[in-house]
């Protein structure tokens, strides 16, 4: 099934062209002409936003429930033809895209469950105590409410989970917030599709008209007229440091500053322990290799920062690694300008002082190669830039002379989306040392594991400490992640009449 987009933006239930234009630039096949966003369009969209609100904010938990499994509907309707314009468009194999639109449909289908269940509410009551004494207690309920319109910014490197219908779209509407999206350029048409599936789901369900408008990509204004909108009352973004470091200065700057919810990305560092280094250290590099290669690199949980001690085991380590990436092919990168950044951070690493290549390869155009460098703990922690993400499949192996050293490469660590021990049982005192120090460093902690694959549950964390996210006390992935766009709002004395719903 083929997918010939029209190139026009969603605003209200209507598809809108405009008078600019840009042309996709897919990894294979046609280029397609798109309308390029605009601030005026962003301004339409926001006010049907807002005026949706009044109605969608006051539907049921059992009316948003059908509509996110509505759109999961949608999107499993057009499934052939979403991973055929996806894989144009990015370059992704057709068994990743169908995996991530199964998370896709599966995140949206759990937050339905989930708020049925009305756990995420909070919900609390304190009875009123009129003969307390000195004073009497008023009756007291609270609940969690609805924040209003969220802008979302699609991902680059999930053209699904994490863009038109993804995790943060899915949390706002499961929420009770209508939802503004800026598509990425990066993959228009799979925006565009997804778009669709919404729309057809929202009338279906009889949602009203501005409850999901979807913009596609535009210059820099477009995406700061939308953190800047006064009817935005929150943001929620995948993308570079730089990038969103700016949109969440933006939105401080408001008279009336919203949160951004930036998750920003992370180096995902794993510190190997001596007794499991010595145990199966080659079968760890192995697995590494493995996991540095997974799509190309472009994943946020990346492991790209290896700890391990000097000596023969920890070469060991370092050599399976390099023999299961030295005949690795080459992978089509999601864009050109990923694959450059790529080229310039490996050149960065090449030619830095203190840093010594372990395979080094040439990557050329939209295909990357993987490449290994090392360096000791101590250049390592006096260079702040060996810290920052190099998006794709590269890994940097950080020896250190024994565990006070690891524990202070540890307390060095800028905030991180996961910290990784590799440990085996006599390693128990050394990783209890580690804990309290990686505790803080990051959302989520793992044991003899990789941290590419993020599980969409209940108990997910993904967010951590600046860099990794703007909001340290939030995630982007799972049920706690519609928490985000919502506020506790209490009730004194409220006579059950005035009382929403869900009290």
């Not at 929420?175 to 925006?191: D, E, L, Q, R, Y």
Request: with cysteine.
């Amino acid at each position: 099934m083929s997918f010939a987009p029209h190139g026009n933006h969603l605003i209200a239930g209507e598809w809108i062209g405009s008078d600019q234009t840009f042309a996709s630039d897919p990894a294979h096949g046609p280029s397609h002409d798109f309308s390029r966003g605009t601030p005026a369009l962003v301004d339409q969209a926001c006010e049907a936003a807002e005026e949706a609100f009044w109605r969608y904010g006051a539907t049921t938990r059992a009316e948003r429930a059908a509509f996110l499994n509505a759109i999961a509907d949608e999107i499993e309707a057009r499934a052939e033809a979403i991973t055929e314009i996806g894989s144009r468009e990015t370059g992704l194999p057709e068994a990743r895209l169908n995996g991530e639109r199964g998370r896709t449909t599966g995140q949206l289908r759990l937050f339905a469950a989930h708020i049925l269940e009305g756990d995420y509410l909070d919900r609390r009551h304190d009875a009123a105590l009129p003969e307390r004494q000195p004073l009497p207690r008023p009756d007291l309920r609270m609940v969690q409410r609805p924040i209003g319109p969220v802008a979302v910014f699609g991902a680059s490197n999930f053209p699904l989970a994490f863009s038109t219908a993804g995790g943060d779209t899915a949390a706002a509407l499961a929420a009770g917030c209508p939802v503004v999206v800026k598509g990425h350029s990066a993959h228009p048409g799979t925006g565009e599709i997804v778009a669709e599936a919404v729309q057809a789901a929202a009338e279906k369900c009889a949602m009203p008209r501005g409850v999901f408008s979807f913009i596609q990509g535009g210059k820099r204004d477009v995406g700061q007229r939308l953190v800047q909108h006064p009817l935005i009352k929150a943001v929620g973004f995948t993308g570079s440091l730089g990038g969103g470091r700016a949109l969440f200065d933006l939105c401080a700057q408001r008279p009336e500053p919203i949160p951004f919810f930036g998750e920003l990305g992370s180096v995902n560092p794993m510190f190997l322990l001596p007794e499991a280094v010595k145990a199966r250290g080659a079968a760890i590099g192995e697995g590494w290799a493995a996991s540095l290669l997974m799509g190309a690199g472009q994943f946020c949980t990346n492991p790209a920062i290896a700890v391990v001690a000097q000596g023969a085991e920890g070469d060991a380590f370092v050599r399976a690694a390099a023999e299961a990436l030295q005949d690795a092919p080459a992978q089509v990168m999601l864009t050109d300008g990923i694959a450059h950044a790529y080229r310039d951070g490996t050149a960065r690493l090449d030619g830095r002082n203190g840093v010594r290549p372990v395979l080094t390869t040439d990557s050329e155009g939209r295909r990357a190669l993987p490449n290994l460098f090392e360096t000791e703990a101590s250049v390592y922690l006096g260079d702040h830039a060996l810290g920052e993400e190099v998006f794709g499949p590269l890994g940097l192996v950080v020896r250190v002379e024994g565990a006070d050293e690891m524990a202070a490469l540890a307390k060095g660590l800028d905030g991180q989306l996961t910290v990784t021990l590799h440990m085996d049982d006599g390693d128990t005192e050394a990783a209890r040392r580690l804990m309290p120090i990686v505790e803080r460093k990051a959302g989520r902690l793992l044991v003899n594991g990789f941290p590419t694959g993020v599980e969409v549950a209940d108990t997910m964390v993904h967010g951590g400490p600046y860099p990794a996210s703007t909001n340290f006390g939030a995630t982007s992935v799972g049920t706690l992640s519609i928490r985000r766009f919502l506020r506790p709002v209490c009730y004194q004395n409220m006579p059950e009449a005035l009382l929403p719903a869900d009290l």
